[in-house]
């Protein structure tokens, strides 16, 4: 059997967020620079994407460009901004073939005009497609989102359009940059380290964490099968006890 059989397609993440890690290390166990590392780690990005797309997951998040990423070497920010423009604009023709829609959360402001024009078109040329959401984190991190929208709910609040006893968790939610999509079910890093990195801080809340050794240039579709069977294994239990998790998918079938 092999192993993506052994994935049951009804009960998929209806959304992953991937840290995709170790392109660095990648190369320079190779004896490689580090841009040699993100260069196939693209490889890695169309292979997962694909793989989302046929089984049918509905929201893919990729954690591609940090803040923080902002504070390395100059011609490593210098390169990787070349490389993610590139393969945004090269790989266009084939998210619209597999029907997939692109979306961008970020600080996007901070990214060199040309890339702002290159992602701007290539938002709008996906924007009629309905299948996979392919969410690319881009000069992202957490604490910056979650600040950016107590501004925004405090400007609103301040004109006078939203009441502060009025501000519950759906509409917080409607602040923040993935106000669009569910929180992610399943969030996978790669290459051996155990920490969040400043990603989706919020809405990781409940989410399942899955950690593998891999690098990212080397993660294809059959890790992500792995993953998701790991998941498809665990019994979330959102605060009840198992017993009550149990009775309550007795009740559901
Ligand atoms: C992930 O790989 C890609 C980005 C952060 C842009 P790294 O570049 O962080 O690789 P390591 O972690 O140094 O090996
Ligand atoms: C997180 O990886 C950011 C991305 C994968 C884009 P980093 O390599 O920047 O994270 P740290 O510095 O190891 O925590
Ligand atoms: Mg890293």
Same mark, same amino acid.
């Given at each position: ?71 390395? /070497?100059? +011609?490593?920010?210098?390169? &990787?901004? %070349?490389? @993610?423009?590139? #393969? ?6 084939? !998210? ?15 990214? /060199?005009? +040309?890339?702002?024009?290159? &992602?701007? %078109?290539? @938002?709008?040329? #996906? ?6 959401? !392919? ?26 359009? @939203? ?37 989706? @801080? ?52």
């Amino acid at each position: 059997m092999v192993l993506a059989d052994k994935i049951d397609t009804e009960r998929l993440p209806r959304h992953i967020a991937i840290i995709m890690d170790g392109n660095g290390r990648w190369a320079q166990e190779k004896g490689e620079d580090r841009l040699y590392g993100h260069l196939h780690g693209v490889e890695s990005v169309r292979d997962i994407v694909e793989g989302a797309a046929e089984l049918g997951v509905q929201h893919l998040t990729l954690y591609a460009f940090s803040t923080e990423n902002w504070d390395r /070497p100059e +011609y490593e920010v210098t390169g &990787l901004m %070349e490389l @993610l423009v590139d #393969t945004i604009r090269k790989e266009v023709p084939t !998210l619209n073939k597999n029907n997939i829609k692109l979306h961008v959360i970020g600080d996007t402001g901070m990214l /060199p005009a +040309y890339a702002q024009q290159e &992602l701007a %078109e290539a @938002l709008q040329e #996906t924007s009629a497609n309905t299948g996979l959401k !392919l969410i690319m984190a881009l000069s992202y991190s957490s604490r910056w989102e979650i600040v950016n929208a107590v501004k925004n709910v405090a400007a609103d609040v301040k004109a006078g359009k @939203l009441n502060p006893e009025d501000i519950t968790q759906d509409v917080f939610h409607q602040y923040l940059a993935t106000h669009e999509f569910p929180d992610p079910e399943l969030m996978i890093r790669t290459s051996g380290e155990f920490r969040i990195s400043n990603f989706l @801080l919020y809405q990781l809340a409940y989410t399942e964490l899955y950690f593998t050794n891999t690098r990212w240039p080397d993660f294809r579709k059959q890790n992500l099968y792995e993953a998701i069977i790991d998941f498809q294994g665990r019994e979330r239990r959102f605060g009840k006890t198992g017993e009550q998790v149990k009775k309550e998918e007795i009740t559901n079938q």
